[in-house]
């Protein structure tokens, strides 16, 4: 039985699996894998025919301003599972995949305000479509290069083939991550700082408390060419944030994405660094408890929003009605636009608006109420919410008829519903159920050498890592 199998069998997963034999199916389950089926199909399409031929995955469509390099590495992850599941052609996965790397290896670097894609090897968040280069003042970003970075270092594993196309993959993508100059961007507290601009150099942000960073300090740690002290990796554990909410105990992040983002390419199942070994748990359990404790937060709904329970909750960062406040129901309520909402124990921020991708990015945590919630937000909102590419970005049943929004529709007696997909929340849904079902992109993973290096820099151990961290 191949390790994909494996994870197949133990998620119930994909019939692609033939030869293994699978707890008896029930209807319930037929349904699941048939509505995930959808789901990822549609999400998957999003990523392909949104995404040009240079690899620029726009940030958001149909809206369509920008590319986001981020939702540029979602997209890279992404070819591999639309290959595995029939979708495309390796041929074509390959030749898109070569374009997006020729792209950001040939695009211009250095320190100027214009006309560059990035500097020390890093990226800009947003690019000019036509171009490439900068768009407008926006920050060289450590994240989202990490996130891109991510991407390349999954196709860098998954064509292993002696074609000459997949050996130049392998070789760009090992050029760009040797180039990414990590100790530039170190504070003199250790810590790491997020962005840097030309008009005003580092800072101030830094990687503080527990975060979708964990990405980041992995790729910086394993870095062969500049690499970061585990010192460094130290400093930001000990900002982290133990406490409980809603009877559950783990490191709090309030937005979901924040559990769900390193995740995506690090199976963290059986693997602790030392703050985790002290705690008795790892962090794939950590993101499982963060994703009860919200679901239990819906639940209670202690602000009274509507449709919240059981199966509609998810909060995360994610698009929003308006910036305004109104009286609803004689309540006084404020609405945002794009907020990273969330739930933690310190740290509230909800206006009522629920992201499917909060959800669709916890299916391997907790699938029994994630899929459950995907599937009733789908079949309660229809076509408002579930369309052509899976879906869209947002919704918020509290907002009433009459209030002018940012974007999207207001439909009378039902809600908001947004009207764009953005890159970066459609990413955590096709991957997410993907590792869920087949485990794929985790066990592609655990082949890269920088992920493996990095890993054992932090001081994980245990599980997979057996044997690797001599």
Not at 279 to 286: A, C, K, P, S, T
Not at 370 to 384: F, N, V, W
Request: aromatic share 14%; glycine share 10%; charged share 25%.
């Amino acid at each position: 039985m191949t390790i994909r199998c494996l994870a197949a069998y133990l998620a119930l997963a994909a019939p692609a699996c033939s030869n293994v034999a699978r707890p008896q199916e029930t209807d319930a389950t037929i349904r699941d894998e048939a509505f995930l089926d959808t789901l990822q199909h549609r999400t998957f399409r999003w990523f392909w025919e949104t995404t040009p031929e240079n690899g620029l995955t726009p940030d958001r469509w149909p809206s369509r301003p920008f590319s986001s390099i981020a939702a540029a590495g979602f997209a890279l992850t992404g070819w591999p599972v639309g290959v595995e599941r029939g979708w495309i052609s390796r041929e074509q996965a390959r030749e898109r995949t070569l374009n997006t790397l020729r792209f950001f290896w040939n695009a211009p670097q250095g320190p100027d305000s214009t006309g560059m894609t990035g500097d020390r090897g890093f990226f800009y968040h947003f690019l000019e479509f036509d171009t490439g280069h900068r768009y407008r003042t926006n920050e060289l970003s450590t994240i989202d290069t990490s996130l891109l970075l991510a991407g390349m270092l999954t196709t860098q594993v998954y064509f292993d083939q002696d074609h000459p196309e997949e050996v130049e993959i392998r070789a760009l993508v090992d050029s760009i991550y040797r180039r990414a100059e990590w100790p530039y961007f170190l504070s003199d507290s250790g810590t790491v700082f997020m962005a840097w601009r030309p008009e005003r150099g580092l800072g101030p942000a830094r990687w503080r408390g527990y975060d979708e960073s964990l990405i980041l300090h992995v790729l910086a740690l394993g870095s062969p060419t500049h690499p970061l002290d585990a010192i460094t990796y130290d400093a930001y554990v000990s900002t982290y944030e133990w406490q409980e909410f809603y009877g559950r105990a783990h490191v709090n992040f309030a937005p979901l994405f924040g559990h769900q983002y390193s995740h995506i390419w690090i199976d963290f199942r059986g693997i602790q660094d030392a703050y985790m070994r002290a705690r008795g748990i790892d962090y794939f359990e950590n993101s499982r408890q963060a994703t009860y404790a919200q679901h239990a937060y819906a639940t209670d709904n202690p602000m009274g929003w509507r449709d919240y329970g059981e199966e509609i909750w998810g909060l995360t960062a994610s698009d929003g009605p308006a910036d305004t406040t109104v009286t609803v129901d004689g309540v006084e309520r404020r609405f945002r636009r794009y907020w990273a909402r969330g739930a933690a124990a310190a740290d509230i921020r909800d206006d009522g608006t629920i992201a499917p991708t909060a959800v669709g990015g916890s299916v391997p945590f907790a699938p029994d109420i994630t899929i459950a919630a995907l599937r009733a937000m789908r079949e309660r909102y229809g076509s408002q919410l579930f369309t052509e590419y899976g879906f869209l970005d947002a919704f918020n049943p509290s907002v009433p008829e009459g209030i002018r929004t940012e974007r999207g529709t207001v439909v009378p007696g039902v809600g908001w519903f947004d009207s764009d997909y953005l890159g970066i929340d459609q990413g955590p849904i096709l991957l997410m159920a993907e590792n869920y079902r087949t485990g794929l992109i985790w066990d592609l993973m655990k082949r890269s050498e920088p992920i493996v290096r990095g890993l054992c820099r932090a001081g994980f151990r245990g599980g997979w890592l057996d044997g690797q961290c001599e």
